[in-house]
């Protein structure tokens, strides 16, 4: 059985309709409950509904065979783990912003409130810029508004949540979208029903 750690929430549910469409259906997926693993003993495939950001633990540790994650994510934790497909959804970009007509002084500090600790630092660092990081866990565009950062690092996909917070871009610096992994491990003793995912995923991909 080949476990596939999806992301709950809408980027699973769309991730799960592209690979029921090709074959891997599961019987009850879309039955609203609390329940966290479908099996389709027929299809070979169990899927494990997890935490967006702990998908690539899953399979990185080799609890799940394959997930589907965002390059967010893989670019914060380092995983290390297949990127095999970019299957373009879930689409958004890693920016910098700021309440709307912030001017940035360059001789202070720069606080940066971020759930992203390592690309802020990576971003930061190749600018050679002095910057202090506040890790928070979510709706971190509230951080400005507070005066508890001067600028945040997130991610953007259709820009309502800063103009409804009258936040606006600085830079965009990183095109994210969905990714396709697995474990090395599973990527050579599972490799048939794995490259027959990829093939027919692949023809699915515009
Ligand atoms: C994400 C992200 C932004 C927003 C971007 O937050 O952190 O806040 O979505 O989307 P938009 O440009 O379409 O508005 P999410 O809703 O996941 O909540 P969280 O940050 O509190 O975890
Ligand atoms: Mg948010």
Redesign the pocket.
Known sequence: MLNIALPKGRLGDKVYDMLASIGYDCPGYYEQNRKLVFESPEKNVRYLLVKPSDVAIYVEHRAADIGIVGKDILLENQSNVYELLDLKIGK?RMAVAAPDGYVEDPDRTLRVATKYVNIAKDFYSGRNRDIEIIKLN????LAPILGLSDVIV?????????RENHLSVLEEFKDISARFIANETSFKFENEIISNMLSKLGEQVK
């Not at 979510?138 to 565009?141: A, H, K, L, V, Y």
């Not at 953007?156 to 800063?162: A, M, R």
């Open positions: 958004c979510g709706s971190i565009e997130d991610i953007v996909e259709t820009g309502n949540t800063l």
